[in-house]
């Protein structure tokens, strides 16, 4: 709870969320994000209802002031996928007194988790580029890891363990498989990738109209990445296993992305939304034109909404993604979704809670999340208003290895059901903490912990 209190006192006035394609289960918790305000004073914040004292009137917000500020703190977080993360993340901010939540950002993370993966990260935002309604948004990341998962290309994907212990016992028996090597070493990473695959991201954002909580937004983004298989002190996945045996080191190269759309956002309030919608559609493509060693064109259509049901603090919030792919490209992009917001699915802490991440790969696939929400508990302490807030969801996709293979044996719907709670302070450093359950996974419990909104 101390490190809730000191994230919310450094913290800038609400910013919107994101999510980022395998990210750290850690996010700096005011970064830059899609869906937030372009040069305008953020939204009017969700009422609490009758509970906590209204602000003075004549308080100021940290954007209304032309000054600087900064925020940093320690990134501490775990998940099922990779275990417990620790690192620090932190922001400096550039405040001109006109423009929300800030003129310009500049942003880091350094991360490391006990299980042998590593991501580090800075970024800048800028908004009001010339005095236009222009957003800028460049980020880099490095990322390595040593347990990405990867149970083969047909969905949902097959973990099984008598697999991984056949495909040792017949390779000990043929000679391929060195008689030394340690049984249960090799059971356990049959399903792990070892992967670095840095990243450049690029994105401008132009309003095209706006009144009040109203936007109409187009988008336009770069993004490139660099695909090595192994990590640091590794030139190549672990030998024998499932990915080396399919894919060896010929997923080395190069991808390359241009994608344009469009946003139709009227969230009341971007980080902790009660009522309203954040819709976008958008078009992506790769090829040798972009200097990609892959070549596909993808779409994606995103619906969000957010509806109270009789109360403000309690909120229905629902999740519609539709996103294919038409051509070729590497395993990690198949877990990859398009759009405004970058995340993996279906699997792992943004997208399938309860099924491993990168598990369900395919180039045509659905996805529909539903989460209900109820504040129960709205204290001040210290002069901050926390959100305790219980959630059940229910995550659902249906999945195909290709359009051509929708209603065959190369498609399956999966899902997962769970609970959690939230904890939001100012309505706008929120803090997740989820449990996952799936038929996919024998029900064997998910757990997340994570510094990111999900939608």
Known sequence: MLTLLIAALLSPPPAAPADTPSDPPAEPPPAAAAGEPVGTPPEKAPPVDELGEPPAEDEKEAWQEDDWGWG???AINFNSDDGLGLGAIGDIYWYDGETAPYRADLGFLIFFTLRGSQYHRLNLDLLRVADTPLRLTTRVQFQSTKVRNYCGMVPPGDCDEAR??????????????DPATNRDDFIRQFYLVRITDPYLFLNGRYALAEAGPFK???FGSYFGQ???PGDIGHDASYAGSLYDREFGTSEEGFLSVLQAGVMFDARDNEPSPIEGAWLEASLRGSGPFLGSDWEYLGFNVTLRGYTPLGSNRVVLTDRLVIDGIFGDTYTGDLARAGGSQLYDF???QRAGRGVRANRVLGKARALNQTELRATVWSPRPFGLLLDI?????FDAGYWAADFDAIGGDDAAFVWGVGGGLRVAVNKNFIVRFDLGFSPLEDFAPGIYIDLQNLW
């Open 72 to 74: 940093a703190l320690p």
């Open 164 to 177: 991984a212990e056949q495909a040792y016992d017949a390779g000990v028996a043929d000679g391929s498989i």
């Open 216 to 218: 109409v937004e187009a």
């Open 226 to 228: 660099l695909v090595l």
């Open 346 to 348: 279906f699997g792992g």
């Open 389 to 393: 807030t219980l959630i059940a969801f």
